[in-house]
């Protein structure tokens, strides 16, 4: 009896010890490859965008069967996803965003930030791509607040004409960026100070302490404030966040906006039901 509770024991003992080990290695070592995984992502996007390519060894197959074949990238500003261009081929997407050269925000925090609320970050991610972060997460004020919005192209950053009126809603290359005064001028929330600044900070962050790491961010984030304009801002009739007419969005498009559809879907339906379907195992908890 007392071997067969010893060896009860040791099991126990045992099972504890490895518990506590996998939790001593999550809280001390997991983020660490973490880390390594997206910052190589990072890299191959960043690779991406500056239109170089490691150099990788082809195989005989490849050199023979693929390489007279022509190769499309298509940026999604999640991944990029690449195939070969065949023809007539109805699964090619035909379609590429294009990365954001001009934001120094997407740098680290990607095309798609938004993914704390499952419910609602498609929606959000969907404006990342023709809004500036900085729309919406900068809240100018006083002096420095202009009310003037403006387009740039996501590939050269320069300020463009509004591509609403030539291009489909979801297809635009361009992003609307606030303006705010600086000394009575008018000046880019993406100054090429600020950018420079974060573009430093990035390529030196290995070498910086803690310390020098949290000041920099802390001078990067300055300008965010911690409560971002909410979607009723933009989408209400009296004074909405964006002269949307200003920046070339035709009366029927501002109606559609602004009108009760879309206002009252945001203040109606806060609360997001998913199928069961897609949720295992709550219908059976209800019961």
């Known amino acids: 009896m007392k071997n067969f509770l010893f060896k009860i ?14 939790i001593i ?38 050199k023979i069967i693929l390489e007279s074949d022509e190769r499309v990238k298509h940026y999604l500003g999640y991944k990029i996803l690449e195939e070969t261009r065949i023809k007539g081929h109805f699964h090619h997407i035909g379609f590429d965003i294009g990365p954001d050269k001009r934001s120094y925000c997407v740098d680290c925090h990607g095309d798609m930030p938004h993914d704390a609320v499952k419910e609602i970050r498609a929606f959000l991610n969907m404006h990342a791509f023709f809004v500036g972060c900085e729309t919406c997460h900068v809240k100018l004020e006083k002096a420095q607040k202009t009310g003037v919005y403006k387009w740039y192209d ?48 990035e390529e030196r962050e290995d070498t910086l302490t ?19 304009y909410m979607c009723e801002d933009c989408h209400q009739k009296e004074k909405p966040l964006l002269p949307l007419a200003e920046i070339g969005y035709p009366k029927e498009r501002i109606d559609s906006i602004t009108g009760t559809e879309a206002v009252g ?3 109606n339906y806060t609360k997001f039901y998913m199928p069961k379907m897609l949720l295992p195992g709550e219908a059976n908890k209800k019961k």
């Open 9 to 22: 024991y040791m099991l126990g003992f045992l099972v504890l010890t490895v518990f506590f080990m996998v």
């Open 265 to 267: 879907m945001i203040k």
């Open 154 to 201: 996501r590939t050269t950053g320069e300020i463009v004409a509004s591509p609403v009126a030539k291009e489909k809603p979801g297809s635009f290359r361009a992003k609307i960026i606030p303006f705010e005064s600086v000394n009575g001028k008018l000046q880019r929330v993406d100054s090429q100070e600020r950018m420079d600044f974060a573009r430093e900070y």
């Open 210 to 228: 803690e310390a020098q790491k949290s000041r920099a961010k802390k001078l990067i984030h300055k300008i965010v404030h911690k409560q971002p």
């Open 25 to 62: 290695w999550k809280v001390t070592f997991a983020h660490i490859f973490h880390e390594y995984h997206d910052r190589h992502e990072a890299q191959e996007i960043a690779k991406f965008k500056e239109g170089k390519e490691a150099p990788t060894d082809k195989s005989t197959f490849e």
